[in-house]
């Protein structure tokens, strides 16, 4: 369905309007019908032969046409010795051999008329001087012949639709995660990667990942525009370290941030540490104070770490956007209510107090000695049918708050698994978005799936809990387009 | 061992200086030698039953005397109609039955002589005027009879030494912790009960653990004079939601800061919620901005959540303090690095920069392409040596940083187990703190083994070890006195 983009050339994309271009002119990277990988192997641990076991595993049902002048075969597929002798242009070429030898390769590919690179290699503006040399040289090229290139120095492409995988990294060392909404776009390659891990092992589903390493031409803005026309994608996550130029990544940023919500993290934040930045790969960082506004501007919700990052997706894409910051919390403990009452006044989110005619009301349905204030402890005896009673009062019957968070503790007396279906009810019923806050431990992570089956996400701690909620109202656009 | 102070009366308690009561005062109810449980039961689920069978399974060897008038026999214990029927006067007494009938049952403790008593029993003052009424009562009568309480309305002791349990919660609930340095004071009982259930799924051991929930007599401050003096005691954890009495607060929090870690956690910190914080165990807050400066004025170790509390009390109790605030950040992963550096400048810590000899000196011992930038990214390919190197060199050799932030990410090509002696060598030789940070994966927590079993904590998420490694250089005192 992807499919009546395809292949777009650059000449188009330089002239039309950036929301236009994204999608059309990333659109053979993300669903090529044809790949070569240029420095395939088999020989075990090389890169070349990873990125094809990788390819393989992911069931990648396109064309692979391995490149290597020293094979005629790997496994059953045909080896070629070099790019120009393909028995056709593939819509996608993979780059893995060393630095040196890139620029000369990717003349190849400029004579084969091969338009979607992707370098894989390292060793270039990251490594100093010399790379930088080699890197402005393939810049040139790549310009000269109008060549779409991401990297150098990356992982490329992971695609659970086209099941395009790219990246080097074996599935013993980074876990794949399962097909879903959200997709990915980072700088930093070991970054994404390990977010990929954290997504599989949190049951966070991704729809595409990108890696543009050292982006002498495809960069963030690129992707945010792909992404934002991308209807496979329903929210966007991107690490930044710097981005290649401002007014192009506002003008992106606003524009994928007006069509779906956009998580950002920028590292390379304060100044003592852009140095470290810089030889990491070759970006310059810029004044955090201009990042922190333009993503503010654009609508950007900005997170602090790989966990946040992560739950914020997953919160974000699982349920509806809260359109205020009114908190009821309701539980079966006092004092981790009121711990999470703390963190969310730390966090800007209001905790209302429950007037009396609201408390009188929901004491109908609730223990004599349980708390109806916010947040209202139904105490270790309380019953699921308590929680729904408040909830479904509170949220439904009224709009006493616009977020509920559900303190899950299981082995209580009256705690059932139909807390599941009663929590997806109350969320259906108001719209409203209700995050279910637990303490790690054995009996909470066996239970994880009472929620899960439900489509409605966990948070094994109050505090990751509470910046989800905070999070969600960022989320809110005014309206309900997706 | 603690033997030689067991059972002090109260009237030595009020006149000796603050240092002097706490300890032994609360002897009888960590450390006693017979226990009375006035309510027992053999009915399952009720409360004296799940008391009785938490004491047996957590292998108390003093001698139990259950009480209860329509038993008999509870399985080989005889049971005793009333306390006045006891054969002794046990060391403790443990009260389960119906608020109404505890003022009645404590006249009769009186008459007996017993002297220290745990009111579990629910319904005073957190039920609203009625329930005050009965605990002013139950306060007077215990005043005039020179009886100490613990409660009402609290789950009381759990003592990994003694090997009391009175906590009527089933394990099935809240896994007990194995034995350890750290001991728990709290207000509330589920959320202490939930702190235990979360120290065992962490690893963290535990000593000894107090709930004196509405605490008529015995409180926090009570709580930390006996820590303070308690061998068994490394590190102590406090949750409050308000004091009983300022100074004398101030004053225990203090001593007990002098002689060992204290880490707090204060809910109800807003107005807003100091209603709802009243209803939970009849606890008025008092102004939060006034709690924050009596912890920084006693040198307790502020946290904000219940993972946050765990983390600190096991980074507290396992590594050497940090003398200062630099932090030397060492891993395979430039962006997790960055995120570091950015989470650690956040939190008030510092990233030096390493000056050009470090910087060359380190070459020495890491790959080309690795960066000695702290940050230092050894890359992907970097081995256990290289981080060995780079550590010994920069926390060891020289005086670069007062914290070492290793990042484990394991299937590295050059990972190996052998990272865990590693590292336990270099906090050996530097006297530094190490913080393990890791992200939460499959890989990651099969491993944490490695570390643990060499006495060094794992951190699951950047955010998590940034948050410990600050905490640690709060936890300085200008001298290595335990």
């Known amino acids: 369905m992807l499919g009546s983009h395809r292949i777009v050339s650059n000449e188009s994309a330089n002239v039309e309007p950036v929301e236009m271009q994204g999608r059309k002119s990333l659109e053979s990277f993300f669903n090529p019908r044809s790949v070569a990988i240029v420095g395939a192997s088999s020989t075990p641990r090389k890169l070349g032969t990873l990125v094809l076991q990788n390819m393989r595993l992911q069931s990648f049902n396109g064309d692979i046409y391995p490149v290597n002048p020293k094979l005629t075969h790997i496994g059953a597929l045909k080896c070629y010795r070099r790019v120009s002798e393909l028995p056709c242009i593939p819509d996608l070429s993979v780059i893995l051999i060393p630095a040196g030898s890139v620029v000369e390769a990717l003349r190849e590919h400029a004579s084969k008329g091969i338009k979607n690179v ?5 060793g270039f503006k990251e490594m100093g001087a010399d790379g930088e040399r080699l890197q402005n040289e393939l810049q040139s090229v790549a310009r000269e012949n109008r060549i779409r290139i991401i990297g150098p120095n990356c992982l490329g492409i992971y695609d659970n639709f086209s099941r395009l ?112 930045l810089t030889s990491h790969t070759g970006a310059i960082a810029g004044s955090y104070t201009s990042y922190k506004a333009a993503f503010r501007k654009s609508g950007l919700i900005e997170v ?22 009114r908190v009821l919390i309701v539980g079966h403990a006092g ?25 009188e009301s929901l004491k109908e349905g609730t223990l004599p000695y349980a708390s109806v204030r916010n ?27 616009d977020i509920g968070i559900y303190l899950a503790l299981w082995g209580l007396p009256q705690s059932s698994e139909r807390i599941g279906e009663i929590l997806s009810g109350i ?35 109050l505090e990751r809990a509470v910046k989800v909620a905070k999070h969600l109202n960022e989320s809110y656009r005014g309206t309900l387009d997706d």
Chains 1, 2 share one sequence.
Do not use: W
């Not at 992707?118 to 390292?122: P, Y």
């Open 304 to 325: 602090e770490s790989e966990l946040e990052f992560i739950d914020t997706c997953k919160a974000i894409v699982s349920l509806p956007a809260a359109r205020g910051r």
């Open 118 to 122: 992707i370098v894989m290699s390292a």
């Open 165 to 276: 995988d790219t990246f080097f990294i074996p599935r013993s060392l980074i876990q794949r995660p399962h097909y879903g909404g959200v997709s990915l776009a980072s700088q930093s390659g070991s970054f994404v990667a390990h977010l990929m891990d954290l997504a599989s092992f949190e049951h966070l589903g991704i729809s595409r990942v990108i890696n543009y390493g050292n982006k002498i031409d495809i960069n963030e803005s690129d992707a945010l525009n792909y992404f934002a026309e991308d209807p496979k994608t329903k929210v966007v996550g991107i690490y930044l370290e710097g981005v290649t130029e401002g007014r192009q990544f506002l003008r992106s940023a606003e524009y994928c941030a007006s069509k779906k919500p956009v998580v950002v993290l920028k590292t390379g934040k304060h100044e003592s540490i852009a140095n470290a």
């Open 427 to 461: 969320i259906k019923r108001s719209g409203k978005p209700v995050v279910v806050a637990t303490l790690e431990g054995k009996k909470c992570v066996d239970k994880r799936s009472v929620f899960e089956s439900k489509g409605i996400p966990v948070f094994f701690s």
């Open 375 to 401: 947040p209202i402890d139904l105490t270790a005896s309380g019953s699921d049918g308590s929680a729904e009673f408040v909830l479904e009062r509170a949220l439904v019957e009224r709009d006493f708050a």
């Open 335 to 359: 004092g981790l209510g009121l711990t999470v009452a703390d963190l969310c006044i730390s966090e800007g989110l209001e905790i209302p107090e429950t007037k009396k005619d609201l408390a």
